[in-house]
């Protein structure tokens, strides 16, 4: 019994403080709601004096055209210079001519208010960007959905390793891949502000193309946003334009002046671009002079890298190491220890027809040596010492356009020792020799573009390559072997190229590496082509579906086999130049905000 009364008391206090939480609860809810509902008044009150303060607008516009109107015609029939009873006299005429230009200046008033009203109002229910203490705030970018197809798998996303493109003895050479991405996805923000007569600027874009440690494409595919640009600008009344941050480099050809976002970046859809473009996105201090909008001369300091290839190097030299998580750099990747940065000059002219650019690049390559003694290859560190070599480049871009504007075509080249990093494909900088002395490889980059653009259409074909020339070295080991080193030696062994090998894993997920291979990269060749098609552009942002077929060629350089080789070199009368072929197909569907 007196378990019951328990119970039952229990019951009645969980009653009674359920209650008391649902009557909160209640409470919370019914003044939300009322919040909402005075909100919702004000907003209808506000239209309702909108559509009242146009009405009268367009009321006064009327009359003070009718007026005009009437004025006019008693003016004209005063012209007339007929003398009838009541005929205006020479001053009357006069009055009423200074009337009639007062009427005329009220009714222009009158429908530029009109004009205003209407403008904020529209930018009211549309606002293309957002106003912050005195800041214009533009979002912008696109979202996407879109597949790739590789008759060759690369193991990539969206973009493709050009440089990486598999031999025709790798397992992922013998089977195909498809991908579907939303990954390049993009967001920007640009800010702008005026500090007297000096325009202020800045800009942030992001994709979702990173990767974080939990990133697969298994279940929830959960790739980490990723910063593509963000970077402020001070454009001065004088002409100076300073910009910093992280940025498209100074070496990326523009479509006006030497202007950030104005880059002429490729309409493909793969965002590896296309062989032959020349660019890099990292920090940047650019200073940039307009002389009359004809003419522009910059000048930048950028982050420096190092991309080294190096075949049968020894272990006595370093250039930098690997990333440290705890220093925010991502532990998988290597990283150069830069002596200083890089220096980029660019001048850029339009006379009135065309697009014109003339740039210069130079980088230094630092490594830390070890002294080796041959024919044993022994290794010191008495006398271990510090060396800088210079890598440099010139460039040029021409663009025109023709036909109403219709027609675009553009022609790029970059060359020079140490500026393969600068290509799409990713081609090496340097190598070295068996003393761990790094050298400037030769390289070149070219792409020719022709591209069609109406409201609805947007036609591309892009013909572009790279190449890394071969500078290579020989020593003699204690067996009196020839040993090369360096990139692109005949001496190298190709002749596995071709040749499948087992899987390097049981788990199903280690495709054998190939065996007897150095395949240093000599070219790599794009031809690429594809549309975009526009079925909505307007106020609402736009629509558009794209499809894109690209051939690619990776070619390698000579190697005819392993050594010993006596002086001179009897090379074999076959050629082991091993090639890699893709096929691409891409497409996409994107929405742009407005």
Known sequence: ??????????LAMTAGAFAQSTSSELKELKDAIAAQQQQIQQLQQQVQSRDAAIQQLQ????????????????????????KKEGALSAEDYANLQHEVTDLKAVQANTVEGLQDTQKRVGDLESPLAMHFKGITITPGGFFAAETVWRPHATFSDINTPLSSIPFSGASQARFSEFYGSGRQSRISMLAQGK??????????????????????????????LRQRQIWGQAAFHSGWTITGGQMWSLVTETKKGLDPRTEATP??????????????????FRVVKNWNNKVWTGFSIENNQTILSATGALSNFVIG????????????????????????IKVAWEPGFGHYEAFGLFSPFRTRIYPTTFPAATISTT??????????????????LFYQKHVEVALHGLGGKGVGRYGDSGLPDVTVNPYGQEKQLQNYQVLATLEWHSPKWDLYGYGGGEYAGKTWYTYVNSKGVIVPVGYGSPLFNNTGCGTETLPSSSNGYGPGALSGCAGNTKSVVEGTSGFWYKPYNGPKGRLQIGMQYS???????????????TIPYPYPSATTA??????MWFTSLRYYLP
């Open 1 to 10: 019994m007196k378990l019951t009364k328990v119970l039952a008391l229990i």
């Open 59 to 82: 009321q006064q516009v009327g009359a003070a055209t009718a007026a005009a109107n009437s004025a006019n015609s008693a003016a004209q029939s005063a012209l007339s210079g007929e």
């Open 195 to 224: 500090w007297g007569t000096t325009n202020l600027t800045g800009y942030y874009e992001m994709d979702f193309l990173g990767a974080g440690t939990t990133s697969n494409n298994n279940q929830s595919n959960s790739y980490v």
């Open 267 to 284: 309409l493909q859809i793969d965002a590896q671009y296309t062989a032959g473009f020349s660019w890099a996105r990292q920090y940047g």
């Open 321 to 344: 190491g690997p990333g440290t998580g705890g220093g925010l750099y991502n532990s998988l990747a290597n990283y150069s220890s830069n002596v200083s940065p890089d220096y980029i």
């Open 383 to 400: 006398g271990a010492n510090n060396q800088t070599v210079w890598g440099a480049g010139w460039g040029a871009n021409a663009r025109w």
């Open 551 to 565: 051939y690619v060629v990776r070619t390698a350089w000579v190697g005819y086999g392993t050594p010993p080789y």
């Open 578 to 583: 091993p090639k890699a072929i893709e096929n």
